[in-house]
């Protein structure tokens, strides 16, 4: 068969056309970052014309919001809480999953639903009871109020699953050799979950990070405030300072992209854990 | 398996130790909220004095506060707002993007529209407010080819909501094209070919065989937009704050103002209560839903 010119003209205009929705989607996507990005670099105060000539561009808002009070606290905060967070989240999860999937125990699967039930009760509704109860232990405005929240159940379900596909072989050869339930833990089992474990670090090192109505609620303190709430504040503090604002937006930005440049693929599973098998 | 289950008392107790601290953070937590917003619901509570019990006083209260009703109409204005629009988009980016998986373009669309998730709200919500307020040119006049202001946007009452809504579906977009293209890539390529064979245009084969396929996906990925946009707090409190005059307060903002602001705890823990059977009733709906799929199949 003979292709027309007719056929190869329609083809090719389809390619253009998939290719230009192609590049629509992908400025869409981005376009709100690169003017994140160029404006930070600017010097001037307030200049909305996007003009970036590259002798314009300049350090100046880094310097000035690292120089601002508290800031490195603010960066502190942030990561401090994250890291730790993810440590506490992976490592009771896991504890509790391993349990769940691999003990015999009076209760094991009526706990199990009585805590997997707690998934469905959404973060933003329970803000204020949870509020009052930080309040009522004495834990307003300190690292523990921000950390132990974060873990859920959802943490647990996921270890749960991941450790029930570990072949029990494994787990008896191991016992024979007498090892203690919590040294088949970190030698058999947590080797074979890594990947779980990992999802389930990305997803906790986002949520924890990008969160902002808790700590909105718990960190009154200037001391305690995390770079999101840096973020938010500075709209009335520095109205007119738009670069400096996006200076701001540029740090609490590059961590998580950072990371999801590295490893998309993990990122996009992780994130999309609770959507996958929620 | 009877390795550890001798009579020691040791080896009985250990999966309890495993399982403590977990449980300790949820009931305290999780439970200790829910209980406590049910009961203090129910008081008159402004956090410095005792909550004193008054029945279903905060209830009947809010039938005739015109701005809990304004509230509850824009949560549910918001979710009808963007679970169509964003499900009808992803669905189609996913099938588009699939389609193009193979090509340079395609995979860098694929990467790039997972960036806005990874996003903090609050970076969204601050830099999608300057990018509408910004004045700048090539924003204005691309607005400006649909008649559109953008710096009246999020300060018109008429519009605030909208972009809101906006803001968060462009935000969230990429989340659900990674749940519908795992969806469209685990149906098996014979079934298009032999649509193809039976001589089966693109359309016909997406609705014969794409939709019905990916229906339990699309279910899926409709309730999980429902309950996010019905919590919906921190894009709204950098883009508008709430504003103007209340035309983008949800039930989420309403009750945070009343309780930190207002100093009301037990009226704003009735408000979110609310939302609460709300978003319970929408995931009880998804439980029934997904059974009857689950049948079906």
Redesign the interface.
């Known amino acids: 068969m003979m292709k027309t010119d007719m056929q190869i003209l329609k083809k090719g205009a389809g390619r253009v056309a998939s290719s230009l929705l192609l590049i629509g989607i992908i400025i869409a996507s981005i376009f709100p970052f690169l003017y994140m990005f160029l404006m930070s670099f600017k010097s001037t105060i307030n200049a909305h014309d996007l003009d970036f000539s590259l002798e314009k561009l300049s350090l100046m808002q880094y310097q000035k919001i690292f120089a601002m009070d508290h800031f490195g606290r603010y960066i502190f905060n942030s990561v401090f809480v994250a890291a730790a967070g993810v440590i506490l989240t992976v490592g009771v999860c896991s504890l509790a999953g391993y349990a769940f999937a691999k003990m015999d125990f009076k209760g094991n699967d009526k706990i199990f639903l009585f805590l997997v039930m707690t998934m469905v009760v959404p973060s933003e509704v329970i803000i204020i009871p949870l509020f009052l109860i930080t309040k009522g232990l004495g834990w307003l405005n300190t690292y523990r109020a921000l950390i132990l929240p974060l873990p859920t159940a959802f943490g647990v379900f996921i270890m749960r699953q991941a450790i029930l596909d570990v072949p029990q072989d494994l787990i008896d050869a191991a016992k024979i050799d007498g090892c203690g339930n919590l040294k088949i833990f970190f030698k058999v089992v947590l080797p074979l979950v890594k990947s779980s474990m990992l999802a389930l670090s990305i997803f906790t090192f986002v949520g924890a990070w990008n969160n902002f109505l808790w700590p909105l609620v718990a960190s009154t303190k200037t001391e305690m405030k995390t770079l999101p709430l840096a973020l938010s504040m500075m709209k009335t503090q520095f109205n007119t300072d738009v670069g400096l604002t996006m200076a701001c937006a540029v740090i609490n930005f590059l961590p998580p992209f950072i990371f999801y440049v590295f490893i998309q693929g993990r990122f996009k599973e992780g994130m999309t854990l609770s959507g996958m098998k929620g | 398996?009877a390795?550890?289950?001798k009579k020691y008392g040791a080896a009985?107790v250990?999966?309890?130790c495993?399982?403590a601290?977990?449980?300790l953070?949820?009931v305290?937590?999780?439970?200790?909220?829910?209980a406590?917003?049910i009961i203090?619901g129910f008081t008159k509570y402004n956090?410095m004095t005792e909550p004193v019990f008054q029945g279903l006083k905060n209830y009947s209260k809010l039938m005739s506060d015109s701005k809990f009703i304004k509230a509850l109409k824009n949560t549910l204005e918001l979710m009808v707002l963007i679970v169509p629009l964003q499900t009808i988009f992803s669905v189609a980016?996913s099938v588009?993007?699939a389609?193009?998986r193979k090509?340079l373009?395609?995979r860098?669309?694929n990467?790039?529209?997972?960036?806005?998730?990874?996003?903090?709200?609050?970076?969204?919500?601050?830099?999608?407010?300057?990018?509408l307020n910004?004045?700048?040119?090539?924003v204005e006049r691309s607005f400006g080819l649909f008649g559109i202001d953008p710096s009246m946007l999020l300060g018109s009452a008429k519009t605030a909501l909208i972009t809101v809504g906006m803001v968060a579906i462009?935000k969230w977009?990429?989340?659900y094209v990674?749940?519908y293209t795992?969806g469209l890539l685990s149906i098996p390529d014979t079934y298009y070919e032999a649509a193809k064979v039976d001589g089966a245009g693109r359309l016909r084969c997406f609705l014969s065989i794409t939709l019905p396929l990916l229906k339990p996906t699309i279910i899926?990925?409709v309730f999980?937009s429902m309950?996010t946009s019905?919590?919906c707090?921190?894009l709204i409190?950098?883009l508008t704050g709430g504003g103007p005059n209340n035309a983008s307060t949800t039930l989420?903002v309403y009750?945070?103002s009343k309780?930190?602001s207002a100093g009301t705890?037990g009226y704003?823990?009735a408000i979110?209560?609310v939302?609460?059977l709300v978003?319970?009733a929408v995931?009880l709906l998804q439980r029934d839903l997904m059974k009857r799929e689950a049948s079906e199949i």
């Open positions: 398996m390795g550890g289950k009985k250990a999966p309890y495993y399982i601290p977990i449980t953070i949820l305290t937590f999780v439970i200790g909220s829910v406590g917003s203090l956090i980016i588009f993007l389609a193009n090509r373009l395609g860098l669309a990467s790039v529209i997972f960036i806005p998730v990874i996003c903090a709200p609050a970076v969204a919500g601050v830099v999608w407010r300057e990018l910004g004045k700048i040119a090539v462009w977009m990429g989340y990674v749940i795992s899926l990925g999980l309950t019905l919590q707090f921190d409190f950098n989420v009750a945070y309780c930190f705890a704003a823990m979110s209560n939302l609460f978003i319970l995931a």
